[in-house]
């Protein structure tokens, strides 16, 4: 019997093949314009003087959104064609760097109010080190946000995926009219807590929200007759709760 085939996770550069047609197909599509981003506005709320830092920013959708609403912001990406896209957007006095959320981030210590991390953990197998991270960089009592694919898509699209294991599928995408394959590691609810708790967070929410009421009914799944009731992804929000080596 020929072994199976190996998969494993996308490396840094990944969307650098494809990053201005990623960012095309999102300006606009379901599930980042009308879904993502508003669902994470809403539950960031005020954020006028917050200082907040996004996680695989892309291209800055989110950067922009925030820094609008007077947030002041910084972000980072794996991708320097993704960063190139930012900063086309905001501008040269934006504070956008490439960095790996695998690796030590290039800020200070508890230099930031909020984090954002959204649709990018689930292309990790570990995350023990991005959520340590995360949490070194927030001030005691920060929130971080984290999107990822529902843990209820393995069950319904993807059968044969173990739901108590974690583990690697390959999906395929289109974006723009350009083809890519994706390596998104499903786990459990209970494995995501665990592994949220054990990097200093506690989850003060958990959201399953509908997409935004103004989105076009054109962009709807045709099956779609109620939105209220859209699954794609989940929402945490978890605070950074104060640590031993805090109070050393």
């Known amino acids: 019997m020929a072994p199976e085939p190996r998969t494993v996770e996308q490396q840094p550069d990944h969307y650098d093949t494809f990053a201005a047609a990623y960012a095309r197909a999102n300006e606009n599509g379901l599930f980042n314009r009308w879904y993502a981003r508003p669902a ?19 291209s800055g959708p989110l ?18 064609a993704m960063i190139d896209l930012a900063r086309e957007r905001l501008g040269s006095e934006a504070d956008l760097r490439v960095a790996d959320l695998t690796q030590t981030l290039p800020y200070d210590d508890a230099a930031f109010d909020d ?13 023990s080190r991005p959520l340590s991270e995360l949490r070194r960089v927030l001030k005691p009592g920060g929130r971080l946000v984290v999107v990822v694919n529902h843990p209820i898509i393995p069950p319904v699209m993807y059968p044969d995926v173990d739901y108590f294991a974690t583990v690697p599928n390959q999906e395929d995408y289109d974006f723009d009219g ?3 394959t994706l390596t998104i590691w499903y786990r459990s609810l ?7 708790t054990a990097s200093g967070f506690r ?8 997409v935004a009421p103004d989105t076009p009914p054109e962009l709807l799944p045709a099956n ?25």
Request: overall charge negative.
């Open 178 to 180: 350009v083809r890519a």
């Open 203 to 210: 989850i003060s929410t958990i959201s399953e929200p509908p």
């Open 63 to 80: 950067l922009s959104d925030l820094t609008d609403r007077g947030a002041s912001v910084a972000g980072f990406d794996s991708s320097r």
């Open 190 to 196: 209970s494995a995501m807590s665990e592994s949220f």
């Open 115 to 127: 984090a954002l991390a959204v649709l990018v953990l689930h292309y990790l197998q570990d995350w």
């Open 224 to 248: 779609e007759t109620d939105p209220s009731r859209f699954i794609g992804f989940i929402f945490f929000v978890l605070e950074a709760v104060q640590m031993r080596q805090d109070l050393a």
């Open 40 to 58: 994470v506005l809403a539950l960031l709320g005020e954020v006028a003087g917050r200082a907040i830092v996004d996680a695989g920013c892309g």
